[in-house]
């Protein structure tokens, strides 16, 4: 092992991302998956629109997307990454329904697809980490995750797209 990595722990990774997500009541939830389904569409989501699909007025709908880590928008006030899906080029390429996407991390697929269902997965970077979700992680910045960890060289100095 080299000296620069570090042997983390399945329990010590699911405790930092639980950490890392915040706490969300059952609108909320039905708010990130509905944010979540819509954006795997391929086009940017209008709060409007993931507001009516949460079943949650909208104004509670934008307070809750702008508190919230890891939701990036366009000039135009649409959600274009959110919590590991973005429309922007990531080195990691997911295809869902006809619909080519991104994901912020090696890791991210392994979730969005219980939220928005089947994916093909493809990665840009080769690395030993890229093939195993239980490869031991390296410590760095992450956007898709702030838990200061990270499966692979090319998650960390990714960005999603524009936050404002």
């Known amino acids: 092992m080299s000296a620069d990595a570090v042997t983390v722990s399945v329990d010590a990774i699911d405790a930092a991302l639980a950490a890392a997500t915040p706490g969300l009541d059952e609108d909320e939830q039905r708010l990130a998956a509905a944010v979540l389904r819509l954006l795997s569409a ?28 890891g939701v990036f928008w366009d000039r135009h006030g ?20 006809g619909t080519d996407l991104h994901a912020w991390c090696a890791f991210d697929p392994l979730f969005l697809a219980r939220v928005i269902g089947d994916l093909q997965v493809a990665t840009a970077d080769p690395s030993p980490a890229r093939r195993s979700p239980t490869a031991s992680a390296k ?17 960390a100095p990714a960005s999603p797209g524009t936050m404002m």
């Open 139 to 155: 410590t760095a910045s992450s956007p898709a995750l702030r838990t200061g960890m990270r499966c692979c060289r090319s998650c």
């Open 42 to 69: 391929g086009a940017p989501v209008a709060v409007p629109a993931a507001a009516a699909h949460a079943g949650m007025p909208v104004s509670r709908a934008e307070r809750a997307l702008r508190s919230w880590p």
């Open 78 to 97: 649409k959600v274009t990454g959110f919590w590991g899906l973005a429309l922007a080029e990531m080195p990691h390429r997911i295809r869902h329904a």
